[in-house]
């Protein structure tokens, strides 16, 4: 009677072990899920600010002045080269100012004109064009909207780019690319350094 009772027992003890050990696993893939929703959604956050910086930057007085100049005929030798620094300088501003947790978001920002020259790059010392690329390729005239773009490094890397249009007397004008670094989008959104 005794072995009964305690092998009644001991099958009742596992049982609740079994149900208590499903049930964590349970708790833990939820955990989960709701974790890898809320690094979703602060990625998605991220990529619409990052979004409207270029929107904002492809507004901005100084590019305006830029194409006012050159719809003026202004060439580069007698003036429009100043509007040329003047769009770096504003390039070199959003970078200095756009940060998180203290991580530079973005590493290079580029203004290329509807030709497909390079006109602008935040990397570059002076503002004359930078080196052998095919800037072209990123041009996207039938775009109206910044776009996420992701460029193959190497077998297991990748750079990640957001490009806009811009736009003047609603025709277009060019491109503005920025790079967003590698290092601050997955030390801090995605495995929340």
């Known amino acids: 009677m005794v072995g009964i009772v305690m092998t009644g027992f001991i099958s009742f003890l596992i ?16 955990n ?13 956050y991220f ?8 929107i904002d930057l492809a507004h901005s007085r100084e590019l305006s002045h830029y194409f006012e100049n050159k719809a003026l005929g202004m060439s580069m030798e007698y003036g429009l080269r100043f509007s040329l620094v003047d769009i770096q300088k504003t390039f070199e501003r959003l970078q200095e100012e756009r940060h998180l947790r203290n991580d530079q978001i973005y590493t290079r920002i580029v203004f290329i004109d509807r030709s497909g020259k390079c006109l602008v790059d ?9 080196g052998n690329r095919d800037w ?3 041009l996207a005239p ?29 025709t277009y004008a060019g491109q503005i690319v920025a790079w967003v670094s ?11 350094g």
Do not use: M, W
């Open 15 to 30: 049982g609740q072990n079994f149900l208590s050990h499903v049930e964590l696993q349970k708790l833990t893939v939820q």
């Open 32 to 44: 989960l899920r709701q974790d890898l929703e809320k690094r979703a959604a602060a990625g998605s």
């Open 47 to 54: 990529y619409s600010e990052r979004k409207q910086d270029l």
């Open 122 to 130: 935040s990397q570059a010392t002076d503002p004359k064009p930078p």
């Open 136 to 138: 072209q390729s990123f």
């Open 142 to 170: 039938d775009s109206s909207a910044p776009v996420i773009l992701v460029e193959p490094l190497e077998p297991d890397l990748a750079e990640v780019l957001i490009s806009t249009p811009c736009y003047f007397k609603g």
């Open 182 to 192: 590698n290092d601050t989008l997955c030390d801090r959104l995605i495995i929340g």
